[in-house]
């Protein structure tokens, strides 16, 4: 029976997380943790009785521990709560779902208490991972990525321990906005930008996806992940979605992962690695296939995606500024307080204006966040 604790359980990939654990009976969740949705966690807590649950504010943690007092489970909220979940020793696994920097600490203190990380927060490596990756070296952790991309190339890498990588070829849909100019992309609303062709995500990575911020933030995941130079990932647009990411090697095979655009797929074989299970689902029919299609990113367009080019180069809190600016862009834009365009726009001017600090600790990168928000909601906040 593998235990898991899974953080985020009422996103996206923390519900299609819990589909699979009831899809197989030696799976456990031993804790849940949620932002707000009270109702959802409720539910899930009914369903799979774990013995810890938290909620991030303390207003709905005691909500939902009067809804469920008939049960044996301990309600806990806030960043006490996260760090709780994550080094109780029922569990072997540590699923982070949860959405952006909060994630930093947890997965620290899972690391240092030997859990496995199934990785599905990516801001954790973005802004943090030279800390993480040295810090799970050492505690013999392994990180396992959960999102398609990622766990396309670890499964490319498998078989191939020792051989050099000469490239990775990061894939991406390119969103809905694939082949548009820029002036073409001035009055877009929230609802064009939320109808993702082939997946279903939550909102705010569906509005990264429109901009391309999300592929910027993969590279930056890839980077630390599978220990490359930047100049060694290059992002080619593949709107099908059917290859999920290639490994290309010093004697120039290529090595792809393909499959349908089910995020189960890297969810499941990351809690079971290295065994694959059956996972119910419609399958790759290659006579379906009309064509696939390569293209190269547009990046006069889609400046997110060159910004984090930028980030990564000039290192230190600088990806946690583009990241932080990133999330705060987003809630704008989907609160209809600023412009599709205005979130690259508002990411360049943060990364220019933070104090630059070469290898910040935890409490730096969440200063560069905190001063990256008071700069754009003395800017456009209205």
């Known amino acids: 029976m593998k235990k898991i604790a899974l953080l985020g359980s009422t996103g996206s990939i923390g519900t299609q997380t819990l589909e699979i654990v009831r ?3 030696d799976l456990e969740i031993t804790a849940l943790a949620a932002g707000r949705n009270v109702s959802l966690l409720e ?10 649950a938290v909620l991030w504010e303390e ?14 489970i301990k309600i806990l909220s806030g960043m006490e709560g996260l760090l709780e979940i994550a080094v109780m020793p029922e569990s072997e696994i540590l699923v982070t779902a949860i959405v952006g920097m909060l994630g930093i600490r947890p997965t620290i203190a899972a690391i240092e208490a ?17 800390l993480i990756m040295p810090l ?11 999102d398609s991309e990622h766990s396309a190339i670890f499964q490319s890498l498998n078989g191939e ?7 990775i070829l990061l894939t991406a849909s390119g969103g809905p906005f694939r082949g548009k100019k820029r002036e073409e992309l001035q009055k877009i609303q929230v609802e064009d930008a939320l109808k993702h062709p082939n997946w279903s995500m939550g909102r705010k990575i569906t509005i990264d996806s429109a901009t391309m911020v ?14 490359v130079n930047l100049d060694q990932i290059q992002v080619v647009v593949h709107p099908e979605s059917v290859i999920h990411s290639m490994v290309e090697y010093e004697d120039g095979a290529v090595i792809a992962q393909l499959g349908t655009p089910d995020m189960r ?3 499941q074989y990351a809690l079971y690695y290295p065994e694959r299970r059956s996972l119910s689902g419609k399958r790759l029919d290659f006579f379906e296939l009309a064509s696939l299609t390569f293209e190269k990113p547009d990046l006069d367009t889609f400046q997110g995606l060159r910004l984090a080019f930028t980030a990564m180069e000039q290192g230190g809190n600088i990806p946690t500024a583009y990241n932080a600016a990133n999330e705060k862009a987003v809630a704008l834009f989907l609160d209809r307080k600023i412009s599709f365009l205005q979130i690259p726009e508002i990411i360049q001017t943060c990364m220019e204006t933070c104090v630059f600090e070469k290898q910040p600790n935890v409490e730096k990168i969440l200063e560069t966040e905190a001063e990256v928000y008071a700069l754009i909601e003395s800017r456009w906040s209205f």
């Open 136 to 146: 799970a070296k050492k505690n013999h952790v392994s990180i396992l990525p959960v």
């Open 114 to 130: 030997g859990k496995t990380i199934a990785l599905a927060n990516k801001e954790t490596l973005v802004t943090a991972g030279h």
């Open 265 to 267: 797929l890297p969810i």
């Open 43 to 52: 539910k899930q807590i009914r369903e799979f009785q774990p013995k810890l």
């Open 161 to 167: 321990h020792g051989n050099k990588i000469h490239k």
């Open 214 to 227: 999300n592929k910027g933030l993969e590279v930056m995941e890839a980077k630390w992940l599978f220990d």
């Open 23 to 25: 899809e197989h009976k």
């Open 59 to 72: 207003q709905a943690a005691k909500d939902l521990r009067r809804r469920v007092q008939d049960l044996p």
